[in-house]
Protein backbone atom coordinates (compact mmCIF):
# COMPACT_ATOMS: atom_id res chain seq x y z
CA UNK A 1 0.00 0.00 0.00
CA UNK A 2 1.75 3.38 -1.36
CA UNK A 3 1.72 5.85 1.68
CA UNK A 4 -0.17 9.19 1.15
CA UNK A 5 1.48 12.09 -0.31
CA UNK A 6 1.21 15.63 0.90
CA UNK A 7 -1.31 17.76 -0.90
CA UNK A 8 -0.48 21.52 -2.36
CA UNK A 9 -0.89 23.95 0.61
CA UNK A 10 -0.61 21.41 2.86
CA UNK A 11 2.26 21.80 5.90
CA UNK A 12 5.05 19.21 5.76
CA UNK A 13 6.91 18.51 8.85
CA UNK A 14 10.42 18.59 6.90
CA UNK A 15 13.26 19.24 9.55
CA UNK A 16 15.79 17.33 11.47
CA UNK A 17 14.81 14.00 12.72
CA UNK A 18 17.16 13.93 16.09
CA UNK A 19 16.89 11.02 18.08
CA UNK A 20 14.53 9.77 15.80
CA UNK A 21 17.20 9.43 13.01
CA UNK A 22 18.19 5.82 13.92
CA UNK A 23 14.90 4.73 13.05
CA UNK A 24 14.05 6.65 10.31
CA UNK A 25 13.38 5.34 6.97
CA UNK A 26 13.65 7.62 3.21
CA UNK A 27 10.41 8.50 2.50
CA UNK A 28 8.77 10.58 -0.43
CA UNK A 29 6.60 13.54 0.80
CA UNK A 30 5.29 14.97 -2.23
CA UNK A 31 5.12 13.97 -5.30
CA UNK A 32 2.77 15.77 -8.11
CA UNK A 33 3.49 16.77 -12.08
CA UNK A 34 6.89 17.81 -12.32
CA UNK A 35 7.79 17.49 -8.94
CA UNK A 36 9.10 15.30 -6.31
CA UNK A 37 10.75 15.85 -3.00
CA UNK A 38 11.52 12.71 -0.43
CA UNK A 39 13.15 12.49 2.44
CA UNK A 40 16.52 10.68 2.08
CA UNK A 41 17.63 9.10 5.16
CA UNK A 42 21.21 7.16 5.70
CA UNK A 43 23.23 5.01 8.00
CA UNK A 44 26.85 5.81 8.98
CA UNK A 45 28.73 4.51 5.66
CA UNK A 46 26.23 3.81 3.50
CA UNK A 47 26.51 4.31 -0.35
CA UNK A 48 24.10 5.36 -2.88
CA UNK A 49 26.35 4.26 -6.26
CA UNK A 50 26.65 6.55 -8.58
CA UNK A 51 23.16 6.77 -10.94
CA UNK A 52 21.35 9.70 -12.85
CA UNK A 53 17.90 11.11 -12.78
CA UNK A 54 16.26 12.92 -15.61
CA UNK A 55 14.96 15.88 -13.72
CA UNK A 56 16.93 18.78 -11.98
CA UNK A 57 17.93 17.80 -8.39
CA UNK A 58 18.59 20.07 -5.18
CA UNK A 59 19.73 18.32 -2.29
CA UNK A 60 19.96 19.82 1.30
CA UNK A 61 21.41 18.38 3.80
CA UNK A 62 18.88 18.42 7.28
CA UNK A 63 21.30 16.61 9.50
CA UNK A 64 24.44 14.90 9.91
CA UNK A 65 27.03 14.18 7.02
CA UNK A 66 27.45 13.07 3.39
CA UNK A 67 29.76 13.17 0.52
CA UNK A 68 27.98 14.26 -2.65
CA UNK A 69 29.86 13.64 -5.66
CA UNK A 70 28.57 14.63 -9.12
CA UNK A 71 30.24 16.81 -11.84
CA UNK A 72 33.62 15.50 -11.03
CA UNK A 73 33.76 16.80 -7.65
CA UNK A 74 32.95 15.33 -4.29
CA UNK A 75 31.50 17.67 -1.95
CA UNK A 76 30.87 17.50 2.27
CA UNK A 77 27.64 18.71 2.95
CA UNK A 78 26.16 19.73 6.93
CA UNK A 79 23.40 20.39 8.28
CA UNK A 80 21.83 23.44 6.36
CA UNK A 81 24.56 22.83 3.32
CA UNK A 82 22.42 21.93 -0.42
CA UNK A 83 23.92 21.30 -3.88
CA UNK A 84 22.10 21.30 -7.44
CA UNK A 85 22.60 19.50 -10.34
CA UNK A 86 21.46 19.40 -14.06
CA UNK A 87 19.59 17.01 -15.42
CA UNK A 88 20.77 13.57 -16.47
CA UNK A 89 23.85 13.83 -14.26
CA UNK A 90 25.91 10.95 -12.43
CA UNK A 91 26.03 11.35 -8.92
CA UNK A 92 26.44 9.55 -5.54
CA UNK A 93 26.34 9.57 -1.83
CA UNK A 94 28.04 8.47 0.78
CA UNK A 95 27.08 9.04 4.47
CA UNK A 96 30.21 10.40 6.46
CA UNK A 97 27.54 9.80 9.53
CA UNK A 98 23.71 8.58 10.10
CA UNK A 99 21.91 11.72 8.13
CA UNK A 100 19.08 12.94 6.92
CA UNK A 101 18.59 15.17 3.43
CA UNK A 102 15.72 16.79 1.33
CA UNK A 103 15.98 15.81 -2.13
CA UNK A 104 14.03 17.68 -4.52
CA UNK A 105 13.80 16.82 -8.15
CA UNK A 106 11.69 19.45 -10.58
CA UNK A 107 11.50 19.81 -14.78
CA UNK A 108 10.05 16.41 -16.30
CA UNK A 109 7.03 14.61 -14.85
CA UNK A 110 8.22 12.80 -12.13
CA UNK A 111 4.78 11.48 -11.96
CA UNK A 112 5.03 9.19 -14.74
CA UNK A 113 7.40 5.82 -14.62
CA UNK A 114 11.19 6.02 -15.72
CA UNK A 115 11.69 4.75 -19.06
CA UNK A 116 13.51 1.53 -19.12
CA UNK A 117 16.95 1.25 -17.50
CA UNK A 118 16.08 4.56 -15.47
CA UNK A 119 16.08 5.09 -11.68
CA UNK A 120 13.26 7.05 -10.25
Known amino acids: MALPHAAAAEVIAAGPLGAALASARSQTLVRDRGLQIFRLVLTSGQVLAPHKVRDRM ?63
Open 58 to 120: VIQCLEGSFEFEAMGRRLLLRAGDLCHIPPEEDHAVRAIEACSALVTLFGLDTHEPPATGEQA
